[in-house]
């Protein structure tokens, strides 16, 4: 059934349909907000010291579109870890590259919080060197862990999961070490790093993210087929003329260098990469063709109304968006497991 | 010889005698000073409360974190703030042992106490409970007109600052310990007091926390007038430049970001009349032009001095 003949019209219905949910989600996150906003004052005059246009367009919609691309990113990036790793409760979280960006991040916070790195001689701008720090420990923790997992060639799914579990169990007593020697103020701020947040400004940043994260989806989609396949075991996948150990190899890469890149920006934003997939699963079906186009829009309609949430609902508090994806989230798709019984559940 | 008669001598003598005992028994109660002995201190504020109270040298025991006085520095560590070490704070056989409330743990006290120790939490979260808290202490280690002298002390400097600012209008203030997740200081903290008492008005006093975080959007839109980061480790350039693009904040335009990392401001301790000062002159520098010259003079504060 995984390999049946694609339905192109119900492939452009549901990703029509999501694609303008995400547009109007989009505009209306960034309309919507703790503090009142005059539209036609921050329409007017964006360029000079208005206090409207300014909360329009550096505090709201860089953060929106920021949002977006992470919640896309996680729920794609959860697609293809549960069906390579053939395992439902496989997440980004969990394969080990987020710790690894975490430990990086954590280190760039408390040695070189204030650096800045001019992009093309600082006519771009400047970005800061933690994010930039927290890739680093993206990309050596995807290298220990695929070297790790590589046996004859060939990474096996549990090796996989394991390492990556045992590596961010590793990773987290880390930095609760370092969280207990350093200054208690400096502590604090490492605990809201790690817990999340989509706060940014800098369009710079957010547009690299989603060149990232855009090609690499696009990346991962021509793969939709091959995922199908690899669902139906080794052996099976293998039979129908997929490479598998090559695939294996190719989309660990691609989800890691996606997934550092994530955590790098926005810190451990947990649930979305876990429960968006499972959620379209028992929407879409299980056709990675369509699930994957589908579960990245989700996940970035999803989160940006999460993001949205948590800067409103306790105003003028902002809450951490984590707590926002699991609170909503996990009943979400409690519900729909129920309504819907396990039997779709399987991958 | 004479005109002693020998009644009026032995009163002499009895009252001399007397006057002996007295000053013996005296001399016994002095020799052994009131009040607990060994005092192990939880918090770096009970550590400086109790150096300022004069009574630094009965402290058997600090944490880590306790850096002021200097003297403070030598003496023996039992741990973190947040994370004392129970087996070190017992080692060191103290008398008393005082903490603040906000910090210290219930059911890490509720221990120490069922291993015989006395245990001491103070409040920290307003001016009145600082205040109070040092009174207390120095009522715990027997000197209650210490305590009260220091409490003075503080509320001279406290009244000294408001009439200093008096005249000058409020200022809306925004102080945060942190830039990325922007951490800054609610309601219901003394922080948020000493905002007021300094001539400035909290934008995020409004909010139920003592701490939060703030969304960017809220700071535009409250758009405040001093914009003061006292978080340790900040640098100096840091506050500008993560404004700097904000432009529509008066703070901002006016160059009214602080960056002043402080632990009088921070230490709910027997410095908070410093650290109110030290508020004041970053809402308010043109009420301290005098003491440093060169200092543009601006509205408020010239208008009521001739």
Redesign the interface.
Known sequence: MAVKVLDRRKMIWVNGLLLALLVLSIVGCTLLGPVRLDLSQALQNIFSANPDAEILFRARLPRVLLGVAIGGGMAACGVVLQALLRNPLACPQMIGVSGGASLGGILGLIFFPHWLLPIAGGLLGEISWVPLAAFLGALLSMVLIYRFSLFHGRLHPYHLLLSGVIFNAFIGAVIIFLNSIVDFYQAQGLLFWLMGSLSTRAYLTVGFIWAYIVLGFLWLWTKGLSLNLITLGEEAAMQLGVETGALQRQIFVASSLMIGAMVSVSGMIGFVGLMIPHVMRLVVGSDHRLLLPASFLAGGIFLCWADTLARILLTPAELPVGIITAFFGGPFFIFLLYRDGAKKLAL | MNTMNHRERIITVYLFAVSLIVLYCNSILAAEAPGPQRVVSLAPSVTETLFALGFGDRLVGVTT?CDYPPEARRLPKIG????PSLEAIVDKKPDVVIGVNTATDPAKAREMERLGLKVNLISVASLNDILAGIKSVARLMGSSEAGEKLVLKIERQFSQVKKRVAPAPRRSTLLV??L????AV?GKNYIDELITLAGGDNI?G????PW???????V????PQVIIEA?????R??PA?HWG?????PAV?EERVFSYPSDKI?RPGPRVGEGLEEIARMVHPECFAESKPGLKRRNGCEGSRP
């Not at chain 2, 973190?80 to 994370?83: E, K, R, W, Y």
């Not at chain 2, 939060?212 to 809220?218: A, F, I």
């Open positions: 974190y973190g703030f947040m994370s310990v942190g990325r997740p922007l951490v609610g995020a409004n909010a139920a926390q939060l975080n703030l969304p960017d959007e809220y535009v839109a409250k758009a978080g340790m480790g900040s640098e350039a840091a430049q693009d904000l432009k529509s904040i335009k921070l």
